[in-house]
């Protein structure tokens, strides 16, 4: 660390490349280094970015002794081995999603936290959108009421994505749908049910011998809450949604059709003489941007290309367009301020690791037939 500054490595610079920049950025962080697999990638992103320090791998950054921290955007198989030797090297560990592909993988990771004593933040970008932020102030308002479900969806094609995607069992990568779930119950998944349906081509279900496209759960939270979500990846015609919805007791949040579509808000109004049940009026809501607790230098990165720097305010207030709904600054961030306050991140080892269970065990139930499976305790 350099005075109290970070020093921080990116490795990975496919998505890994919009986390550069805010990086750079983050009044916090004194040096930014950055590897890929691919040279010619990572001497655009050095060119691009302004970044001096590049390394030839992740085996150079982990024996940089000035290196505080590691932000992993590598590929999901090898998250789990990667996030093991970042924490066994002393350095803090940033993985994105998912936080690993089986259940022995999760118990290496937690062990490795807590053996290293360093922090481990898995970087999921729905707990940090602005209608994540929307609903959870809506919920602490008592606005919401009581939240009596919740489901969760992630359609998305990976036609043509790289190789390992090929046949990947939908809720390996179920944390988008998961996440937002179980940060509002204020519970943890407990056990799951889940079906898998439809067919795949059979090239693609010789990788991991999973035969479904697309895979819905049932989630049992310990505090008594349930909630459902879907997931798909090949040969099912649905455009791309990580959409979220929620019930409540006196309102409800339902995401746009698409992704990019702003979310219905319904309220249960008072019931009228004489009429059966009560009237639940609704309307497109268009949300705010949430960027007040972050620091300036990364309030642009809540916006993408919308934003002035001559009128900030202004163009702060028309929405949140960059990063996965703004999530990207917020992600960074909370990790920076884990590190230097000394404390969890909020999508530690222990949430992250109850996310991505809950997901690996839902495909476990639907190779079952949809046996109830109980999600083990980390």
């Keep these: 660390m350099q005075n109290k500054k970070l020093k921080v490595a990116v490795v990975g610079l496919g998505f890994g490349g919009a986390f550069v920049p805010i990086w750079r950025d983050h009044p916090d962080v004194a040096c930014v280094g950055i590897t890929d697999l691919d040279d010619e ?9 302004r970044i001096s320090k590049i390394y030839s791998g992740l085996d150079e950054v982990l024996a940089d002794s000035e290196v505080d921290a590691v932000h992993l955007v590598t590929c999901i198989p090898d998250h789990a081995e990667q996030t093991v030797r970042v924490l066994e090297a002393g350095k803090h560990c940033a993985c994105t999603v998912p936080m690993a592909t ?20 898995m970087m999921e970008t729905t707990l940090y959108t602005y209608h994540f932020f929307y609903l959870q102030q809506l919920l602490a308002s008592g606005g919401l009421g009581r ?19 090929n046949g990947l069992p939908p809720f390996w990568y179920g944390t988008h749908a998961i996440a937002p ?24 279900m010789r990788t991991y011998g999973n035969p479904f496209p697309v895979e819905s759960a049932h989630f049992r939270f310990d505090n008594g809450l349930a909630a459902e979500a879907t997931r798909s990846l090949f ?14 007791s006196k309102k409800s949040f339902e995401w746009g059709f698409s992704d990019g579509d702003a979310p219905y808000i319904t309220e249960l109004s008072d019931s009228l003489p004489g009429m059966r049940g009560r009237q639940t009026p609704y309307h497109i ?33 028309e929405g949140a367009g960059a990063g996965h709904h703004g999530s990207h ?50």
């Design 181 to 204: 779930m179980v940060a509002l119950s204020g519970s943890r998944i407990g056990s799951v049910s889940c079906l898998g349906s439809g067919t795949m081509a059979e090239e693609r």
């Design 41 to 49: 990638r990572t001497s655009k992103a050095a060119e691009t970015f």
């Design 102 to 121: 089986s259940l022995a993988d999760i118990r290496r990771i937690t062990a490795a936290v807590r053996k290293s004593g360093k922090k481990y933040m």
């Design 147 to 165: 939240i009596q479900f919740m489901r969760g969806s992630h359609y998305q094609d990976m036609e043509n994505w790289p190789a390992y995607w």
């Design 235 to 248: 040969e099912t015609a649905r455009v791309y949604q990580e959409g979220l919805f929620v019930y409540g």
């Design 285 to 317: 809501a268009r949300l705010s941007n949430f960027y007040s607790d972050l620091p300036e230098e990364l309030w642009p990165y809540t916006v993408g290309d919308g934003y002035d720097a001559t009128n900030p305010q202004l163009s702060l207030s």
């Design 329 to 378: 600054a917020h992600l960074v961030n909370e990790f920076v301020r884990s590190i230097l306050d000394d404390r969890r991140p909020r999508v530690d080892e222990v949430l992250a690791a109850n996310i991505t269970a809950a997901g690996i065990c839902a495909h476990e139930s639907a190779l079952r037939g949809g046996e109830w499976i109980t999600v083990p305790r980390f």
